[in-house]
């Protein structure tokens, strides 16, 4: 999985405080996709962003997260208020196009306390 | 997008050929067959895309017959280092980011 970094790779929040998940895509590719997985299940897609876009959030919860990849720098997952149910590892994947194969990076382990 | 079927687990020895099928019954003419490769506390590596008969690179291969309602993923001399959980997938090309994954098969490989 070289070249999609995320960071942190684990993160631990209480009930209440906001995670914020990083994930830079490999170099060249402008799409960006974000997935979540809770443990003996497979990926579930939350969102699909292209630079400064969001071009389909179908799979995001409608309160408490949000996601962005500005022109510059990583994309970004922010939840808010974070709850118990939240625990889970979030992938990230990029493709130079949309109908290119996605590249995944390791993910991160949200933890919630 | 079409819903996958494929078997929840599979046992194999070292240098055996392992064959993983996937029934993708409502596939539409638009989709093609993607197989993804995850290991524990990783995220999902791409193997392998086909859209019909034969598709071949230096990991796999990948068969899908006529009617393209199956496929399956053929590891030539499997060792413990392909046990993995392996995800079949069936959407168009690409599919504008929505993948949709299943449980996948896990694949445990013995000495």
């Known amino acids: 999985n070289a070249g999609v970094m995320q960071n942190p790779r684990h993160l631990v929040r209480r009930r209440g405080q906001e995670a914020r998940l990083r994930c830079s895509p490999m170099?060249?590719?402008?799409?960006v996709y974000w997935y979540r997985q809770l443990p003996e299940e497979g990926l579930k897609f939350m969102v699909y962003?292209?630079?400064?876009?969001?071009?389909?959030e179908s799979g995001m919860p409608k309160e408490r997260f949000s996601a962005e990849f500005p022109k510059e720098g990583p994309s970004i997952l922010r939840i808010q208020q974070v709850v118990r149910g939240d625990s889970a590892a979030y992938f990230c994947?990029?493709?130079?196009?949309?109908?290119?194969?996605?590249?995944f990076g390791d993910g991160t382990r949200l933890s919630i306390l | 997008l079409a819903k996958t079927t494929q078997p929840i687990s599979m046992d194999s020895y070292e240098g055996q050929e392992v064959n993983i099928t996937c029934s993708h019954n409502?596939?539409?003419?638009?989709?093609?067959i993607t197989w993804y490769q995850q290991f524990p506390s990783q995220g999902p590596r791409f193997i392998i895309q086909?859209?019909?008969t034969k598709v071949t690179n230096e990991v796999a291969s990948l068969f899908i017959p006529a009617d393209r309602k199956s496929s399956t993923l053929s590891l030539p001399r499997v060792s413990l280092s392909d046990t993995a959980v392996y995800y079949c997938?069936?959407?168009?090309?690409?599919?504008?980011?929505?993948?949709?994954f299943g449980k996948g098969t896990k694949l445990s490989v013995k000495p």
């Open positions: 994947a990029s493709s130079s196009t949309g109908y290119q194969p996605q590249h």
């Open positions: 170099k060249g590719h402008s799409h």
């Open positions: 962003l292209q630079k400064e876009n969001i071009i389909d």
């Open positions: 409502n596939i539409a003419t638009n989709d093609y």
């Open positions: 086909g859209y019909k």
């Open positions: 997938l069936v959407g168009e090309q690409g599919s504008q980011g929505n993948l949709i």
